[in-house]
């Protein structure tokens, strides 16, 4: 494009060029032709001519934007502000929506430039979705709350370019209230789901629940307007009318062929869901599917190792407490026959009166450390390392095992007390398993620091996992359930567990827990006494 072109003014529909001195055609071709915006700017930054791709790019005939201010920057580079080949800019399109340009500048004849541009709005959008998706899948790996990973998805939806609002809904029966599991973009929602109710009742059609119930997306243009004139939403409007919103994607959560609630998407005036937004919300309530999902499990599975863990104690009540308890019954009769005894031999009552005391004493020593493992009191009033040397001292009194309990002075534990009850139980776990399986004679039990994090090991002389059912050494028994608690506790802070043989004999459980903001892969090789 140089102004010494010799051709007439050209009228192709979509281009605008002046004419020169020398013959252009074949140069004027391939810039037409060409599927990127080419233009020449004066040295006021207008345009004074376009080809058919940048009119198509900018939204309006080449001659309405002959004269007019492009959005292309023309200052000049200084030391402190250099050009950059490739710049972006927007352009406010006719149709209302935000056009981003990529574009390089170079100067030209008559105090003028050229410039080549290109329409990047949807590849921008793209990269930005596929960022999303990203953080979503670390959101959902991450081993905080369920609300609080869906919020995090719901807020990288917001994030997207055409994307106002966003709710995630968990529905177990579409009969019932709704559970909100995500939100962003909203004001005060604190009260949605009653005021949702409050429009289920004066008869409101729900358009969600029909992606719930369908299990395919639901994608309703204008629906912003029709809610708010619509007097069944009215409980709604306040809510409903705060975002800057207007069509309106119900996407379903659907995983192992189970749909579990919809993502419901809001979207910005003149954004209407396409294709590639449609597949981002999908792939997005995938993930969220996926959160839900894992949250059900891990509720399910810890409740599980609960009810193994009564259980477990029960059998240990009545293995122990229960039979001395009734072995002091049986005794204190015996001692009762022989005072009522005529001639009652006083040395003997006296050995009787001893071995009672010897019972009671020892019952009372299981009850008190039953009673530790139902309630460690010592955690709150000592903190982790002393509880856990109050444990070992009680473990040690009870089966002649050797517990050594190491920790650095230097270690200090700033995480909650959840986080420690956790560890005080994985601990309580690996000893008991020591305990049961490995026939080991002595215990450690380490303390350190690694990169500001914990590091809690549990190590035994014991033989390994011990015998299997069928006889064989070495067999890991079909229960893991211990291992499984121990494995959740871990997860749930973030952490990593280890467990298995060791080389030289024995067996050790590390637990690895991160510094507070750090994140560990909640991976790790396990096996099971």
Known sequence: MHSDVDTDVDTTAGASWRPGRIDGSVLRALVDVSADGLAVLDRHGRFTALNAAAAHILGLPADDLVGGAAPFDTAEPSPDRPREDRRRTTWPAPDGRRRDLEYRLAPAAADGYVVWFSDVTDALRQQGRLTAITRAASSVAD?????????????????????????????????????VLGMAGFGDAAEFTERLSACRRLGARVRFMDAFQGGEPVVVLNRKPAIMADPTWVPLHAIMGYPDWDSFVSMPLVVRGRTLGVINAYYLPGED???????????????????????????????????????????DLHDSVVQQLFSMRMQAKALRAQVDRAGADPARVRRGAEE???????ALADLRGLVFELRPLDLAERGLVDAVRAHAASLEARTGLVVDVQAPPSLELDSGMDVQEDLYRIVQEALHNVVKHARATAVGIRFTEDDGGLVVEVTDDGSGPGVSSEGSGGGVPRDTLG???????????????????????????????????????????????
Do not use: C, K, Y
Not at 291 to 311: F, K, P, V, Y
Not at 356 to 361: C, I, M
Not at 500 to 529: H, I, K, Q
């Open 143 to 179: 081993v905080g709350s369920l609300r609080a990973t869906l919020d995090a998805v719901a807020h990288e939806v917001v994030m997207t370019a055409n994307i106002a609002a966003v709710q995630i809904l968990a529905i177990d029966d579409p009969r019932e209230e709704l559970r």
């Open 273 to 315: 869901p396409g294709p590639n937004s449609l597949a981002f919300l999908e792939a997005m309530a995938d993930h969220a599917a996926v959160a839900i999902d894992t949250a059900t499990l891990l509720a399910q599975s810890r409740s599980q190792a609960q009810l193994d863990e009564r259980r477990r104690l029960a059998r």
């Open 356 to 362: 009672l005391a010897e019972l009671s004493q020892n």
């Open 483 to 529: 291992l499984v608690s121990m494995r959740e506790r871990t997860q749930r802070w973030g952490g990593r567990l280890i467990a298995g043989p060791r080389p030289s004999g024995g067996w050790t459980v590390r637990v690895t827990l991160p510094a507070p903001g750090a994140a560990v892969s909640a991976e790790g090789e396990a096996g099971n006494r």
